[in-house]
């Protein structure tokens, strides 16, 4: 099985779209007994809430519920539980890097640095575009996915 943990600030916007986009991805292509897949933040300031109404609503538009998730944190033993640990931005992965210590194993990536076009993902909380989350995060994701079927038999 393979085990993916996606991670941003608050757990409240972009992991969790990530994490629900993703496994609705997996589950569409018949390999959801193939992965694991779960989303945490860096930041305490969350802990606890649902996910952000904005992410609620976009990916309600594509039939996908985000129902029974709340934002959780961050742990120094998911290094050790998880295969791949994904960052939306830069900051994403300092932070990561600061609970989990070093990535001996290169677990940790940033998500849109699986696509052809490598960058950061701006963070709808402040922004306000959930659409322009979803497109980046959709992107990222189906770049994810082909890196891992490429170099694993799912």
């Known amino acids: 099985m393979i085990k993916i943990l996606f991670i941003c600030h608050g757990n409240i916007c972009r992991s969790p779209m990530a994490e629900f986009l993703f496994r609705d991805m997996v589950q569409k292509r018949g390999l959801g007994n193939s992965f694991f897949i779960a989303s945490a933040a860096t930041s305490r300031e969350d802990i606890g ?28 033993k ?5 295969n791949y640990i994904i960052g ?16 001996k194993e290169c677990k940790v990536h940033r998500l849109l640095d699986f696509s052809d076009n490598p960058r ?7 922004t306000g575009n959930f659409d322009c989350t979803y497109v980046a995060i959709l992107e990222g994701c189906e770049a994810f996915l082909q890196y ?3 170099r694993n038999t799912v």
Request: hydrophobic residues 30%; charged residues 30%.
């Open 148 to 150: 891992i079927l490429e």
């Open 49 to 76: 809430n649902p996910v952000h109404r904005g992410t609620v609503r976009q990916l309600k538009e594509y039939g996908i519920s985000t129902a029974g998730k709340y934002a959780a944190l961050l742990r120094k």
């Open 120 to 126: 950061n993902i701006e963070d709808p909380w402040y």
């Open 88 to 103: 939306m931005e830069n900051e994403n992965i300092r932070n990561i890097n600061r609970i989990i210590g070093e990535d």
């Open 78 to 82: 998911d290094y050790d539980d998880y």
